[in-house]
Protein backbone atom coordinates (compact mmCIF):
# COMPACT_ATOMS: atom_id res chain seq x y z
CA UNK A 1 0.00 0.00 0.00
CA UNK A 2 1.21 3.17 -0.82
CA UNK A 3 1.00 6.02 1.80
CA UNK A 4 1.27 9.76 0.23
CA UNK A 5 3.18 12.37 2.43
CA UNK A 6 2.62 16.48 0.79
CA UNK A 7 5.22 19.25 1.58
CA UNK A 8 6.09 22.51 0.01
CA UNK A 9 2.37 24.82 1.42
CA UNK A 10 2.92 28.24 2.95
CA UNK A 11 2.13 32.17 2.35
CA UNK A 12 2.92 33.80 -0.77
CA UNK A 13 2.09 36.78 -2.59
CA UNK A 14 0.01 37.29 -5.60
CA UNK A 15 2.31 36.36 -8.50
CA UNK A 16 5.01 34.15 -6.79
CA UNK A 17 5.41 30.61 -7.06
CA UNK A 18 5.78 27.55 -5.24
CA UNK A 19 6.98 23.87 -5.59
CA UNK A 20 4.61 21.51 -3.92
CA UNK A 21 6.16 17.87 -2.96
CA UNK A 22 4.28 14.59 -2.40
CA UNK A 23 6.52 11.86 -1.24
CA UNK A 24 5.36 7.87 -1.13
CA UNK A 25 6.30 4.99 0.98
CA UNK A 26 6.46 1.55 -0.78
CA UNK A 27 7.44 0.00 -3.63
CA UNK A 28 4.72 0.20 -6.57
CA UNK A 29 4.52 3.79 -6.71
CA UNK A 30 5.32 3.94 -10.15
CA UNK A 31 1.95 1.55 -11.09
CA UNK A 32 -0.37 5.10 -10.19
CA UNK A 33 -0.70 8.15 -11.83
CA UNK A 34 -1.21 10.77 -9.40
CA UNK A 35 -3.18 13.58 -9.15
CA UNK A 36 -3.64 16.88 -7.28
CA UNK A 37 -6.72 18.38 -5.82
CA UNK A 38 -7.38 21.13 -3.91
CA UNK A 39 -10.53 22.54 -1.70
CA UNK A 40 -10.72 25.86 -0.68
CA UNK A 41 -12.91 26.83 2.68
CA UNK A 42 -16.60 26.02 1.78
CA UNK A 43 -16.00 24.83 -1.54
CA UNK A 44 -15.82 21.26 -3.09
CA UNK A 45 -12.84 19.81 -4.03
CA UNK A 46 -11.52 20.54 -7.29
CA UNK A 47 -9.30 19.14 -9.95
CA UNK A 48 -5.92 20.81 -10.37
CA UNK A 49 -3.50 18.64 -12.35
CA UNK A 50 -3.02 14.68 -12.84
CA UNK A 51 0.08 12.69 -14.56
CA UNK A 52 0.28 9.17 -15.71
CA UNK A 53 2.76 6.73 -14.53
CA UNK A 54 6.08 7.70 -16.47
CA UNK A 55 5.06 11.28 -16.71
CA UNK A 56 4.00 10.94 -20.69
CA UNK A 57 0.39 12.33 -20.28
CA UNK A 58 -0.50 15.17 -17.86
CA UNK A 59 -3.68 17.08 -17.61
CA UNK A 60 -4.52 20.42 -16.06
CA UNK A 61 -7.48 22.25 -14.81
CA UNK A 62 -8.12 25.16 -17.52
CA UNK A 63 -7.78 27.50 -14.46
CA UNK A 64 -4.10 26.76 -13.55
CA UNK A 65 -2.86 25.05 -17.44
CA UNK A 66 -0.36 27.59 -18.39
CA UNK A 67 0.93 28.33 -14.72
CA UNK A 68 1.07 25.11 -13.15
CA UNK A 69 2.98 22.14 -13.88
CA UNK A 70 3.20 18.80 -12.79
CA UNK A 71 5.80 15.89 -12.90
CA UNK A 72 7.32 13.02 -10.87
CA UNK A 73 10.65 11.58 -10.12
CA UNK A 74 9.65 7.34 -9.72
CA UNK A 75 13.40 6.64 -9.09
CA UNK A 76 12.20 9.15 -5.81
CA UNK A 77 8.79 8.21 -5.28
CA UNK A 78 7.93 11.90 -6.08
CA UNK A 79 5.46 13.54 -7.40
CA UNK A 80 5.33 17.93 -7.74
CA UNK A 81 3.45 20.51 -8.44
CA UNK A 82 5.27 24.04 -9.45
CA UNK A 83 2.98 26.58 -9.04
CA UNK A 84 3.82 30.05 -10.75
CA UNK A 85 1.67 33.26 -11.49
CA UNK A 86 -0.13 32.34 -8.52
CA UNK A 87 -3.11 34.16 -7.78
CA UNK A 88 -5.20 34.48 -4.48
CA UNK A 89 -8.40 32.90 -5.83
CA UNK A 90 -5.42 29.56 -5.74
CA UNK A 91 -5.87 29.62 -1.89
CA UNK A 92 -6.56 26.27 -0.71
CA UNK A 93 -5.67 22.75 0.82
CA UNK A 94 -3.62 21.28 -1.73
CA UNK A 95 -3.86 17.47 -2.09
CA UNK A 96 -2.01 14.84 -3.95
CA UNK A 97 -3.95 11.44 -4.62
CA UNK A 98 -3.13 7.95 -6.17
CA UNK A 99 -4.91 6.13 -8.65
CA UNK A 100 -3.63 2.45 -9.08
CA UNK A 101 -3.27 2.28 -13.23
CA UNK A 102 -1.34 -0.26 -13.73
CA UNK A 103 1.12 1.28 -15.80
CA UNK A 104 -1.64 2.64 -18.17
CA UNK A 105 -1.33 5.82 -20.37
CA UNK A 106 -4.55 7.50 -18.70
CA UNK A 107 -4.86 9.73 -15.45
CA UNK A 108 -8.51 11.07 -13.95
CA UNK A 109 -10.23 14.21 -13.35
CA UNK A 110 -12.31 12.60 -10.93
CA UNK A 111 -11.48 12.67 -7.76
CA UNK A 112 -13.76 9.72 -6.62
CA UNK A 113 -11.44 7.47 -8.36
CA UNK A 114 -8.38 8.41 -6.54
CA UNK A 115 -8.23 5.30 -3.84
CA UNK A 116 -4.92 7.18 -1.69
CA UNK A 117 -4.60 10.44 -0.42
CA UNK A 118 -2.05 12.36 1.56
CA UNK A 119 -2.83 14.74 4.56
CA UNK A 120 -2.88 18.12 2.60
CA UNK A 121 -1.09 21.29 2.59
CA UNK A 122 -2.02 25.04 3.16
CA UNK A 123 -1.43 27.36 0.00
CA UNK A 124 -2.19 30.78 1.02
CA UNK A 125 -1.91 33.79 -1.49
CA UNK A 126 -2.31 37.17 -0.11
CA UNK A 127 -3.00 39.84 -2.97
Known amino acids: QVQLVEIGGGLVQAGGSLRLSCAAS????????MGWFRQAPGKEREFVAA????????DYASSVKGRFTISRDNAKNTVYLQMNSLKPEDTAVYYC????????????????????WGQGTQVTVSS
Open 97 to 116: AGLYSAHSYGTSRNHHEYAI
Open 51 to 58: INWDGGNT
Open 26 to 33: GRTFSSYA
